[in-house]
C-alpha cells in the first residue's frame, strides 16, 4: 500500500517500540527461570515476534537515532534501564536483528519497518536474589515506554535542528540499508509537522500524570491516535491522565468483558483497536489531510491472520505456577484457611462465574460501580466523558469515544476481512468464537479472577499498590516505587528499593490514587469491602494466591452475563473531569 507522511513515523500510541542499533546477540541468563505456562518455544517465539502491521519508523531510522551523548536510543544498556526485555536476544529466524522481545519487523511500501506486538506489553520478567522468571502473558512491572517516546521525540528534532546530527543521521541510515534516493525526502515529510509531534508525548500521559514504568493511558492514546494522528487533526487530542498497569493475558480470552473498565467485548475489536493504538498505517486520509474515497480509506497495513493466530496462542496460555524452588514452599494448611477466606470475602466478585450456554465456555465479569469501589475513577470517566468530531468521516454530530473507537474499528476490520477474504463462519471464528462487537463505557471496574495473580505485581487497574499485602490492609503507601523488578514472596509485591529504572509513584496526583477496595473497620470510608484483617489473614489469603489452580479456584454458574453499570450512558462522567484539551494547556 502506498505508505503516507502519518506512516512513515509513528511515535504515538499505547505502546512504545524499539530496535537494534547493532544486533542484539546473546542468550537468556543461565539463572533464570521457566515458569512452565504451556507453550513450546515456537509459540513463545511466534508471540514475541510477529507483527500486527503497526509500525513506528523505518528500521533503518531506529537504528540510525542517537541520544544527547551519541549513543544510539536503541542501544541494549538504554533499553534495559528502559525495561525492555531480552536486549541481548539472540539472531534467530522469527527474529532476524535480535530485537527485545515485543519488536516485530515488517515491510511497508518498499523498506523495512519495525512495530510492536502484543508481547512488548503483555510479557515480563521478575528476579529474586539474582534469579531471573519470565512470565508469559505477564504485566511488565519495569517497562517505562514514556521515557523511551520521549527519548526518540528529542532524537528526531535533533536530527532536524542540527546539521551535525542530520549528517551523521543520514549517513548511518543509508549504511543500514534506506534507499539513498528516498532518504531525506521522506525523513523530511515524516517530520515536518511539529503540532503531530506534540501527540507523540501528550498521547501517552500529557502534562499532568506520567505514566512511568509499567503503565500507560492506552484508551486515551488509541483515541488521540485515530482521532487526532489519523485523521491529521492535532486539536482533537486530549491529555492523559490516567495511566493503567498492563494487564496479563492469561484467560482473557475467557472473558465476556474486557479493558479495565470492561467497554470492549469482542476479541478481533479489541486486537484491532490495540493495534490501531500503536501504529497500523492508516489511509483513511490522504497527504494533504483530505478524506479518501470509499472503500481505500479503510485500508491498513494490519495483518489480521496473526492477530488472529496471536490470540489463539494465548488461548493456549496457562497461569504460572508458584516456583517453591525460588520462592520457598507453601505451608497447606495455611492455604486452605486462605481458600476458606478467600471464598467467604473475595470470590463474590473475583470467583468465576461460568456463562451457561457459551462455546467455548465464556466467564462473565462483574464490573463494580466506581462509587462501589472507591478506586480511582478517571480511567473509567476519562473514555465514557470523551468526546469525538466525527464530522470529517461524514458523521454529522460528536460522538462519545467509545462509539466513535468502535466505529473506526469496526471499518478498519471490515476492510482487513474483505482484502483477506474473509466472510460467514470464518469470520464469526476469526472475532471470538462468534462474539459481538460491542463497545461501550460503564461507570466502573471489572473484577476478573485471580489464579496467577501473584506474578503480576503492582496492584489495582492503575499499578497504585505494590503488593497483595498492601491491598488487603487499610493503609497503604503513599509514594510506593514503581519499577522495580525484584519480587517480594513475601507480600506478593515488587521490592521497594529506588534504582536508576524506578520512579515515585505520586498517589495524590490525578489518576494515580491508591484509594479503594478497602478491608476497614471504618463502615463509613468509600470502597470498603469488609472490616479489617488480621495479619495473620493476610497471609492467609497470600498463601491461597500462591498455589490457586481452576481445581480449587471458588465458581459458580451463572445463566447470564451480569449487568454493566451504566451501559450507553455516556453522561454519567459529566462534572467529573478537569479541561483535558491540549491547546487549553
Request: net charge positive.
Amino acid at each position: 500500500m502506498s505508505m503516507n507522511r502519518t506512516a512513515l513515523l509513528t511515535i504515538v500510541g499505547a505502546a512504545a517500540l524499539a530496535a537494534g542499533a547493532i544486533a542484539f546477540r546473546g542468550s537468556a541468563s543461565p539463572t533464570a527461570v521457566a515458569l512452565n505456562q504451556g507453550w513450546t518455544p515456537a509459540q513463545a517465539a511466534f508471540y514475541y515476534h510477529s507483527t500486527q502491521g503497526t509500525v513506528l519508523m523505518p528500521t533503518a531510522w531506529l537504528r540510525a537515532l542517537r541520544r544527547p551523548d551519541g549513543t544510539p536510543v536503541v542501544a541494549p544498556e538504554n533499553l534495559q534501564r528502559l525495561g525492555f526485555m531480552d536486549v541481548h536476544a539472540a539472531v534467530t529466524a522469527t527474529n532476524p536483528h535480535g530485537f527485545p522481545i515485543g519488536l516485530a519487523v515488517d515491510h511497508v511500501n518498499g523498506v523495512e519497518t519495525t512495530g510492536a506486538t502484543c508481547a512488548l506489553c503483555h510479557s515480563s520478567e521478575l528476579t529474586y536474589r539474582g534469579t531471573e522468571l519470565r512470565v508469559e502473558g505477564g504485566s511488565p512491572n519495569s517497562l517505562d515506554l514514556g521515557t523511551f517516546f520521549e527519548q526518540l521525540h528529542a532524537a528526531v528534532l535533533a536530527v532536524k535542528k542540527d546539521p551535525q546530527v542530520r549528517d551523521r543521521f543520514m549517513k548511518d541510515a543509508l549504511a543500514y540499508g534506506y534507499p539513498k534516493s528516498r532518504l531525506q525526502p521522506d525523513f523530511d515529510r515524516a517530520s515536518a509537522y511539529p503540532d503531530l509531534w506534540l501527540l507523540n508525548t501528550a498521547g501517552i500521559g500529557g502534562a499532568s500524570t506520567l505514566p512511568g514504568p509499567g503503565r500507560i493511558d492506552a484508551l486515551t492514546a488509541i483515541g488521540n491516535r485515530l482521532f487526532a494522528y489519523d485523521l491529521q487533526h492535532p486539536s482533537a487530542a486530549i491529555r492523559g491522565i490516567a495511566p493503567t498497569r498492563f494487564p496479563y493475558m492469561w484467560d482473557i480470552w475467557r472473558l465476556d468483558w474486557v479493558q479495565y473498565n470492561g467497554s470492549v467485548r469482542q476479541p478481533m475489536a479489541r486486537n484491532i483497536g490495540e493495534a490501531l493504538g500503536v501504529g497500523v498505517v492508516t489511509n483513511i486520509v490522504n497527504a494533504q489531510g483530505k478524506l479518501n474515497p470509499e472503500p481505500e480509506r479503510w485500508r491498513s497495513s494490519i495483518h489480521i491472520q496473526n492477530l488472529y493466530q496471536i490470540e489463539q496462542t494465548l488461548a493456549t496460555l496457562r497461569p504460572p505456577v508458584w516456583p517453591q524452588s525460588v520462592f520457598g514452599k507453601v505451608d497447606p494448611a495455611q492455604a486452605a484457611r486462605g481458600r476458606a477466606l478467600f471464598a467467604q470475602t473475595c470470590a463474590k466478585c473475583h470467583g468465576i462465574s461460568r456463562i451457561e450456554g457459551t462455546t467455548p465456555t465464556e466467564w462473565g465479569v462483574h464490573v463494580i460501580p466506581y462509587q462501589t469501589i472507591a478506586t480511582d475513577k478517571f480511567e473509567a470517566a476519562a473514555f465514557a466523558g470523551g468526546r469525538v468530531d466525527v464530522t470529517q468521516l461524514g458523521i454529522n454530530k460528536t460522538l462519545p469515544a467509545a462509539q466513535g473507537v468502535g466505529y473506526m474499528v469496526s471499518k478498519v476490520k471490515g476492510a482487513a476481512y474483505a482484502a483477506a477474504g474473509i466472510s460467514g463462519a470464518t469470520a464469526a471464528k476469526y472475532d471470538g468464537w462468534g462474539r459481538g462487537g460491542d463497545s461501550t463505557a460503564p461507570c466502573g471496574y471489572k473484577a476478573r479472577p485471580l489464579v496467577g495473580v501473584w506474578a503480576t505485581p503492582p496492584f489495582l487497574h492503575n499499578g497504585s499498590v505494590p503488593s497483595i499485602y498492601d491491598l488487603l490492609s487499610d493503609k497503604r503507601p503513599s509514594r510506593p516505587i514503581q519499577g522495580n523488578r525484584e519480587y517480594d514472596p513475601v507480600k506478593l509485591g515488587t521490592a521497594q528499593i529506588a534504582t536508576a529504572s524506578t520512579m515515585v509513584l505520586d498517589t495524590a496526583k490525578l489518576g494515580n490514587s491508591n484509594a479503594g477496595h478497602w478491608f476497614t473497620n471504618d463502615a463509613s470510608r468509600p470502597g470498603r469491602i469488609g472490616p479489617a484483617l488480621s495479619d495473620a489473614q493476610k497471609y492467609d489469603i497470600i498463601a491461597y494466591l500462591k498455589v490457586a489452580t481452576y481445581a480449587d479456584y471458588p465458581a459458580i454458574s451463572v445463566a447470564k452475563p451480569y449487568p454493566l453499570p451504566c451501559d450507553r450512558n455516556f453522561d454519567w462522567a459529566n462534572g467529573l473531569l478537569p479541561d483535558l484539551r491540549l491547546h487549553a494547556h
